[in-house]
């Protein structure tokens, strides 16, 4: 049963319900009593997408088990707060803002001879169109500008550079990571803009990426799975975001994990700009392709199955003859145990060329998990020297972890760290 | 130098490889005719070779053009005093309609319509009795305006008698006493930008970048200042460059002229606090400026000293508008020179900007952001429109 078919039956909502109604469910299941027939039916009236909305309070911050939507964009800061009390200044004026934005609000209006309050990139009104803005803390604040030195989650180091790494210096690390997701890249970068008007003092932009994620396909609620830019369907075997008892054990920070107890309810982050050598792969036979990937590039199911959501059984071919035991799925997730396994939440990006005239273009890769160690550096290890190596190559990224949830009004994120810090 | 003025350039250079720069014969220039209305809201037409009208009279005050692209390139239309950029739309795309409200003096203007070799059409805006009521603080800025006068003369005055010095060692051949010579000419352009580069032809021609060319550093209409520190840094050589160098001298002496003469609008002064610091923040703390002989430090705290100097002249009207707003802009600065002192050299100047070590680069481009972002509001503050 996929995601979507559960919350379907759990809610009782037709099939042909809009993405706004689903997220507007899971609101209604999280926390509210009941929804009314009359506000479900407001809601119902409009097909405009910009008035979709992700709460903002809870446990946790949105983004990360709320389904992707279309346009992404992540980007890297250098926190240049020179002490505590900056930095709790920073967190509440983010957090401030990223309430404003992922729920709406109108800007003052403006004097003419002063610069506007806002970039207007929106209109006069601010919609929250399905606006979420994740934040994470890179290792590096974790130091003594900010009495923070002890209080670092366990696994939270930098990204190191993996044998088929070629990072590039200026696209690597943070002080601070914002995933912004939303249904437009206008509302992403209306979102960046705002903050950076915001907060000019205390961070400065390290590094950026957008990425994308085929509409017509999330329309579907889940039904299908994106392609990636490799051709393949991509995420066919990720975790339920729906199964609580799951995310609990794989995706958050619970009190058993003997993580430092103010990063309860946060979760290990992992971005990876991997570009995919899409000429180069374009030139290599289906037949290569399906057994580096091991699946079929047509139903997405496992090679000698039919369906994509089918379970591949690699005891029953130990040596490989169906599923290569180097194929990409097999390593990725060899189905034995809970070990590495991570909730991804990726999207394509496309950007310019490089000298030699090749696309840059490939998969950015997100992905989160309730210990860094047992979640994706396991998956990366066993993945080192994969034959898929061959037609990818990662240039960027970091790990961070994406900090607890702002529970209510008055609260900010980071609120638990820095309550903690000496 | 502003890029606006680098679209501009850039667009003809193209276009003059595929002919499009020439000159227009007589039978092209024939569809002139001139349009006087009462109107505030006037339409020009842009073509391949003129605008229509291209001749047109206004009445002072505020005038809303509506600019339509009718050439098969992207445009940047002009109202020019003499060579005197008033107010500009860059970048109109071929198809397109931008609107533009100019708010003009009476007297005689220059349109500059589409291509730089296009003949220029004629815009005349009439005294009229219902000119706006002038600026509620433009008596209080007489004093400022007047002060920053006499400072930017004096800056120009400098920037001649330096640039002389430096061109006299370009054009003997004096390698190295011409790049000992080069940052310091440069230091009173950079304080003075804000109104030195309102005149875009000498803009152009003094302080154009490589990258603003077509054919970049090899382009024949490459010259100035970074002309010769490419001669001198990376080709360790003046061979060639006397001409470049009478150029630069000539074109400095052009600029004090032009300067002697210009009344310094509010907003110029006002709004080139700012604008400074944009440049920095845009160019300087990259380290492009000076590419080749790496003094772009030596740029970067000139900036910084032009906009403190209005920010200065100002204080009286600022601190008394918003004192907030003064105390803020005031730590802001003090915050860069600190940071910017600690790569002063002994024998006057600076450290080469490859020695900015990547933790001030950071923490400069904050304090810089949040000072573009305080000076923004200079104008409003003072009711300068």
Known sequence: MTTTDKLNSGLRISPRMSRRDLLFGMAAAGGMAALTTLGYRALRTSDDTTTEKVPFFGLHQAGIVTPAPAAALIVAFDVTAKDKQDLIRLFQTLTDRIEKLTQGWTPPAADPRFPPADSGVLGMKVFPDNLTVTAGVGASLFDRRFGLESLKPNHLHLMPNYPNDQLNPDEIHGDLLLQFCSN?????????????????????????????????????????????????????????????????????????????????????????????????????????????????????APLGMKHEHDVPNYAADPKGKTIPLDAHIRLANPRRSDLGLILRRGFNYSRGVNKAGQLDMGLLFVCFQTDLQKGFITVQERLNGEPLEEYIKPLGGGFFFALPGVKAKGDYLGRSLMEAAT | MRSLHRVFLTTCLLAWSVGACTAPSSTETSESSTSTTNTSEIAVTVTNTNCQPNAITVPAGKTTFVITNKSDQPLEWEILDGVKVIEERENIAPGFKQRLVADLDAGEYDMACGLRNNPKGKLTVQAAGTTEASLPSATELVGPIAAYKVYIIQEIDQLVAKNQKFTDAVITGDVEAAKKLYAPARVHWERSEPIAELFSDLDSSMDAREDDFAQKADDPNFTGYHRLEKALFKDNTTAGMKPIAEKLMADSLELQKRITDLPIEPKNMVGGAAALIEEVVATKISGEEDRYSRTDLWDFNANVEGSQKIVELLRPLVSKANPDLQTRVDSAFTEVNTTLAKYKIASGGFESYDKLSNQDRTDLKAVLTTLSEDLSTYRGTLGVD
């Open chain 1, 184 to 300: 437009t890249a206008e509302t992403n970068i209306h979102a960046l803009r705002d903050i950076l008007k915001n907060i000019p003092d205390l961070m400065t932009v390290r590094w950026k990426i957008e990425g994308f994620l085929p509409p017509h396909t999330i329309k579907k609620l889940g039904k299908d799975t994106v392609r990636n830019f490799l051709g393949f369907k991509d995420g066919t075997a990720n975790l339920d975001v729906a199964d609580q008892k799951r995310m609990n054990q794989l995706v958050w920070v619970t009190p058993d994990k003997g993580e430092p107890a103010w990063a309860m309810g946060g979760s290990y982050q992992v971005v990876r700009i991997i570009r995919n050598l899409v000429e180069r792969w374009d030139r290599t036979p289906l037949r290569e392709q399906e057994q580096v990937i091991g699946r079929s590039k047509d139903t997405g």
